[in-house]
């Protein structure tokens, strides 16, 4: 019924991850992506998808990982992205908040995208602190961006939701719509149309309300998705189904 579109399941926080598929299938989950951040988390994916059935995996490397692209790398995240599982490239982007060389940031996003472009596949952005550049680079890059992309748990206004839409994008929402405070994605969660809308965790990471501070789970996504449909009004299963053919749409991999 429910899809997390991106967590985290190699995470060291998770030391029986057989115990967490089988957590997040009892709560009507079917289906999660593994999300790559370097190298080895990559590689972790694909043999997380060759281990468990509901399990699909994207490779890349986060903005704080820049620094370890190489060729050498880039030639293997070619080779798994032809792997019959995995279903994007991501996470990439930009991440001001800490101290991560950005011209070096700038110049891995924008190769991962044309990655992502070669291999006919779309991609998973994580931008923090950093919409002004990301847009830039996505506009001029626009003929690359064509396969499509996610926002990954996204947690800006209605205004920058309403350029990545304009983009093409499809927008992910994780435990922050669930944040009392969180008014701002509130709004860009019921301005974003229901046909471009995904769900997700980050997991082990944002655990949604009534959860926030323990170690967030793929099965919280029924949580985010519920919270979702009852802001769309809209009927929870009728919603769930929803999000899951739009996964499919973007994800064409997906079984």
């Known amino acids: 019924m429910y899809i997390d579109t991106h967590c985290h399941l190699d995470d060291e926080k ?7 598929v089988n957590k997040y299938l009892a709560a009507g989950v ?3 992506i593994n999300a790559g951040y370097n190298l080895a988390s990559s590689e972790n994916g694909k043999k ?3 281990k468990f059935t509901s399990v699909y995996f994207a490779v890349g490397f986060h903005p704080s990982d820049s620094a370890y692209y190489d060729d050498i790398a880039e030639k293997r995240l070619i080779e798994l992205a032809a792997e019959k599982k995995c279903v994007a490239i991501g996470e990439i982007g ?18 991962q995208l044309y990655l992502a472009y070669k ?3 779309p991609f998973c952005i994580h931008s923090r602190e950093a919409t002004k ?21 996204f947690s800006g206004s209605k205004e920058t939701c309403a350029e990545y839409l304009d983009l093409g994008l499809y927008i992910a929402f994780g ?3 669930t944040f009392k405070n969180s008014v701002n994605v509130k709004e860009a969660a019921a301005f974003t149309p229901t046909d471009r809308i995904l769900t997700e965790t980050d997991s082990p990471y944002m655990s949604p309300e009534p959860k926030r501070g323990r170690v967030n789970s793929p099965e919280n996504v029924a ?26 749409r973007l994800f064409v991999k997906l079984k």
């Open 119 to 121: 291999a006919g596949l």
């Open 133 to 153: 550049d990301t847009l830039d680079i996505l506009k001029s890059n626009k003929k690359y961006i064509e396969r499509g992309g996610v926002m990954h748990c």
């Open 175 to 177: 435990g922050v719509v």
């Open 223 to 248: 949580i985010v998705c519920d919270y979702l449909s009852a802001l769309k009004n809209a009927d929870k299963t009728d919603f769930a189904e929803q999000v899951k053919n739009n996964a499919k």
């Open 94 to 111: 930009l991440d001001y908040h800490w101290d991560y060389d950005k011209t070096i940031q700038k110049e891995i996003f924008e190769r």
């Open 48 to 50: 997380l998808s060759e």
């Open 30 to 32: 079917d289906t999660v």
């Open 14 to 20: 998770f030391s029986d991850v057989k115990e967490e």
